[in-house]
């Protein structure tokens, strides 16, 4: 069985897209540094716009096992992480998805 994937994406307020882009470069290296994902799977970030809503990102990445999300949100520097990046979003959707293997 695979480890949970999650979706995320992160819609920027106009002007803290510069305060962002350092804390989603840190968002991988912070979970992987305390356990959270595993190591082998690709980790993915891309950023497009939106022409209503503005510039947007969108993260994927698998958690290490199904119980990784729930540890992630009593760890105080992931706290803080999230805190800071929600601060720059005008709003976030996490979204469960499944990895799809096609050839």
């Given at each position: 069985?695979?480890?949970?994937?999650?979706l995320?994406?992160?819609?920027?307020?106009?002007?803290?897209?510069?305060?962002?882009r350092?804390?989603?470069?840190?968002?991988?290296?912070?979970?992987?540094?305390?356990?959270?994902?595993r190591?082998d799977?690709p980790h993915?970030v891309?950023?497009?716009?939106?022409?209503?809503?503005g510039?947007?990102?969108?993260?994927?990445?698998?958690w290490?096992?199904?119980a990784?999300?729930?540890r992630?949100?009593?760890?105080?520097?992931?706290?803080?992480?999230w805190?800071?990046?929600?601060?720059?979003?005008s709003?976030?959707?996490?979204?469960?998805?499944?990895?799809?293997e096609?050839?």
């Open positions: 069985m695979s480890s949970p994937t999650t995320c994406r992160y819609w920027i307020k106009r002007e803290r897209e510069a305060e962002f350092p804390l989603i470069e840190r968002h991988w290296t912070t979970f992987r540094a305390l356990g959270l994902v190591d799977a993915v891309v950023r497009g716009e939106d022409h209503e809503r510039v947007f990102y969108v993260e994927t990445f698998p290490k096992d199904d990784a999300s729930e992630a949100h009593s760890l105080p520097e992931v706290e803080r992480l805190g800071r990046m929600g601060e720059c979003c709003s976030m959707e996490f979204t469960p998805v499944d990895v799809v096609v050839e």
